[in-house]
């Protein structure tokens, strides 16, 4: 059980805009740690989507965006498309467990 | 050009110890700002990380892990190593290292192709 809180499934047409929940708590998301989003595709390794709440890495499309406000984010996908069916991961730093990371417990995207 | 390229034994058996080796290029592990982590997943389910490594020979573990983990780097090899003790069959999962950055929390901006380590009997 992850301390960053994601929908288990979300889906939406071609062509439509879903997004993404990730809801944390004052020792992570709330306490001004920066949020990451990560999208797997079947049987690849996760590829970062988003780093520091709202940046795109070269090469990953603008109908990606993140945001973040109180203790949680959001990942917004627009345009959708069939092949940004995947998971898609979030992931911060949590003050109370002294690691270096937690991620959330993944959305899976269907494209219907 | 980074890559990550995670190397180890893909069946271990109960209780016995899992060496895993991340070999890297593109980057220097002796850069200021520059971490290697690893992250676990089980089959079928959520991502889990495990353990980091700075530049600076910093460590940090999963608060539930740290008791069996270790991460060791060596810098003239390129190359980090993760061992995890006394293993169960519950730690059987895709093992992916990854290049981490920095920003007010740490991000994973290349992962290796990970590697599927099954722990059996």
């Known amino acids: 059980q992850s301390v960053l809180t994601q929908p288990p499934s979300v889906s939406g047409a071609p062509g439509q805009r879903v997004t993404i929940s990730c809801t944390g708590s004052?020792?992570?998301?709330?306490?001004?740690?920066?949020v990451h989003w990560y999208q797997q595709l079947p049987g690849t390794a996760p590829k970062l989507l988003i780093y520091?709440?709202?940046n795109r890495p070269s090469g990953v499309p603008d109908r990606f965006s993140g945001s973040k406000s109180g203790t949680s984010a959001s990942l917004a996908i627009t345009g959708l498309q069939a092949e940004d069916e995947a998971d898609y991961y979030c992931q911060s730093y949590d003050s109370s467990l002294s690691g270096g990371g937690v991620f959330g417990g993944g959305t899976k995207l269907t494209v219907l | 050009q980074i890559t990550l390229k995670e190397s180890g034994p893909t069946l271990v058996k109960p209780t016995q110890t899992l060496t895993l080796t991340c070999t890297f290029s593109?980057?220097?592990?002796?850069?200021?700002?520059?971490?290697v982590g690893w992250i676990r997943q089980p089959p079928g389910k959520a991502l889990e990380w495990l353990a980091l490594i700075y530049w600076d020979d910093d460590k940090r573990y999963s608060p539930s892990l740290k008791s069996r983990l270790t991460i060791t780097k060596d810098t003239s090899k390129n190359q980090v190593v993760l061992t995890m003790t006394n293993m169960d069959p519950v730690d059987t999962a895709t093992y992916y290292c990854?290049?981490?950055?920095?920003?007010?929390?740490?991000?994973?901006?290349?992962w290796g192709q990970g590697t599927l380590v099954t722990v059996s009997s």
């Open positions: 990854a290049h981490s950055l920095y920003s007010s929390s740490w991000y994973n901006d290349y």
């Open positions: 593109g980057f220097s592990l002796s850069t200021s700002g520059v971490g």
């Open positions: 004052s020792s992570n998301i709330g306490a001004g740690y920066d």
């Open positions: 520091g709440n709202s």
